[in-house]
């Protein structure tokens, strides 16, 4: 049954909708994926606050707008899933190659992230990017790490300092006669 062209351009608003509130989008082939598997990817996609959708090309390509004209034959080539990411792609970006450990042939075909286009490598370097809690805490430590170094040398100063200052006390105590 053909959709009409209300549905079309409902559909293609809404397409365009979640393409401007979502800074990132990953473009997947999942030809070979079961519906269960795609069930599953999309519950582990939710928990990370993304969402996993399958549009009409044509639809997509309208909703693309110029912003990846010459990506789109890259992006949109076979059958195509878009996972939609909000600010962090880092954890939609390791359950999508996670996944793809499960199903072998589910690919990745890139990604616009802010307008920027990253290949299937890039994206795979991203996955293996710790989580931001974990790069934030080696900065603070790298931060710290002179900091501290700077109070220990102050420290070690300090401690010859008081030394020396003792031991000359020391001396005049025993040349001082009784």
Do not use: W
């Amino acid at each position: 049954m053909p959709i009409t062209k209300a549905r079309k351009e409902a559909a293609l608003a809404d397409l365009k909708r979640t393409f401007a509130a979502f800074p990132t989008a990953i473009f997947t082939d999942f030809r070979g994926v079961n519906v269960g598997g795609i069930t599953e990817l999309r519950a582990k996609l939710r928990a990370q606050g993304a969402r996993y959708l399958v549009a009409k090309r044509t639809l997509t390509e309208l909703s693309l707008g110029e912003s990846a004209a010459d990506v789109r034959a890259q992006l949109l080539a076979g059958a195509t899933g878009i996972c939609f990411a909000g600010v962090e792609p880092i954890d939609v970006a390791q359950v999508l190659v996670g996944f793809r450990k499960d199903f072998t042939t589910f690919t990745l075909k890139g990604a616009l992230v802010e307008g920027r286009f990253l290949t299937p490598a890039q994206l795979g370097e991203l996955a293996r990017t710790p989580p931001r809690p974990v790069l934030l805490a080696r900065l603070f430590g790298a931060m710290k790490g002179p900091h501290r170094n700077l109070v220990g040398v102050m420290h070690g100063v300090l401690r010859q300092f008081v030394g020396t200052l003792q031991a000359i006390a020391d001396k005049k105590a025993e040349n001082q006669p009784n």
